[in-house]
């Protein structure tokens, strides 16, 4: 973890893929299962660059890191310099900072490992999408990897059409926007980066992405066609192959006393008695938040598995960059 693999001789080196992936805990995780099906089903090296927001790395990239085979190189690239932004800038903001710092070590990386084997391509995440520059001067295909459903990308896709035809707030629109092959999708259920004002910056940077898309070679997505049957269709006027790859989930074996206790558990509850309670690898309760959901979930007398984490008072997903050893709990499944 965290160097490059030795170097071997061009002649029996296999051909490499560089992945590239933005600080999100959400993205990491399909991001190392991609790496390692690349390796295991197709023949090929991978090396996954995670672009870092915290030092020390936190607690869910260090368990990321030990379920890789040992034929995936994880390397953790240096978090910007703390004076860059302010500490309540934005997670956004923090986010495509990580990357955009990174982009001259990513370009001495892939030098560096073309000089060993042949590069197949470079897969990069959403906020990646600038490290094109890094694809083209290498002469290799550049891949945008969607790690959320078809259904949420096809929206992504057609955010520059819907802004362009649309007047007004996202959030006050009547009418539900209709995508090819997907259910209508109503303004409470858009994303939060499309529920902010359009004239905000968090807007911009969402839209500002959506359009640099169309400067990939292809886009791999989360998902199957036996899921979204739909997937590729209608691609807002983009002319990209779409190729579903997932889903893609962390396959890492069952290694912990705390695990074992809670399969054991399950093993002897009655089928679809048990309820799944979780927020998401960023997701986070204020403590009132918490003790209101602990009460729910005793009141309802229900069996529950929940994902819990340390409690924020002022950020729904405090722990966007996964939790830090010395700053919040780790996360855990509590069983009733």
Not at 96 to 121: F, G, I, K, T, Y
Not at 175 to 188: T, Y
Not at 247 to 273: K, Y
């Amino acid at each position: 973890m965290g160097s490059l693999p030795e170097r071997k001789p061009a002649c029996t080196a296999r051909p490499r893929v560089v992945l590239l992936c933005s600080p999100c805990m959400g993205h990491l995780i399909p991001f190392a299962e991609l790496a390692r099906r690349l390796v295991s089903d197709h023949g090929l090296a991978a090396t996954l660059l995670f672009a870092s927001a915290t030092s020390p790395p936190s607690e869910q990239y260090l368990a990321v890191a030990a379920a890789l085979p040992d034929a995936v190189d994880l390397v953790a690239l240096p978090p910007p310099p703390p004076d860059l932004l302010p500490s309540s800038a934005p997670e956004r903001a923090r986010v495509e900072l990580a990357v955009a710092s990174n982009l001259p070590r990513v370009r001495e990386l892939a030098r560096e490992l073309a000089a060993d084997a042949p590069l197949a391509a470079l897969v990069v995440d959403m906020v990646g999408v600038p490290a094109r520059g890094v694809a083209a001067e290498m002469g290799v295909p550049f891949y945008m990897f969607f790690t959320s459903p078809w259904m949420t990308l096809s929206l992504f896709l057609h955010l520059p059409g819907i802004d362009a035809a649309r007047a007004g707030e996202h959030r006050d629109a009547t009418e539900p926007i209709r995508l090819p092959g997907c259910v209508p999708i109503h303004a409470h259920e858009l994303p939060a980066s499309m529920l902010a004002d359009r004239s905000s910056d968090t807007y911009a940077g969402f839209l500002s992405m959506a359009k640099a898309v169309k400067g990939v070679d292809g886009i791999l997505v989360n998902t199957s066609r036996d899921i979204e049957p739909a997937v590729g269709e209608g691609l807002g006027g983009l002319e990209l192959p779409v190729h579903p790859v997932g889903p893609l989930v962390w396959t890492r074996p069952v290694g912990v006393d705390r695990d074992h206790d809670c399969m054991r558990w399950l093993d002897r509850q009655p089928r679809r008695s048990v309820v799944y309670v979780s927020f998401g690898s960023g997701g986070t309760l204020t403590w009132q938040q918490t003790a209101e959901l602990a009460r729910g979930l005793e009141l309802g007398q229900c069996r529950f598995i929940w994902a819990v984490k340390r409690p924020h008072q002022s950020s729904t997903i405090g722990a966007f960059f996964g939790t830090q050893k010395g700053r919040s709990g780790s996360p855990g499944q509590g069983w009733s």
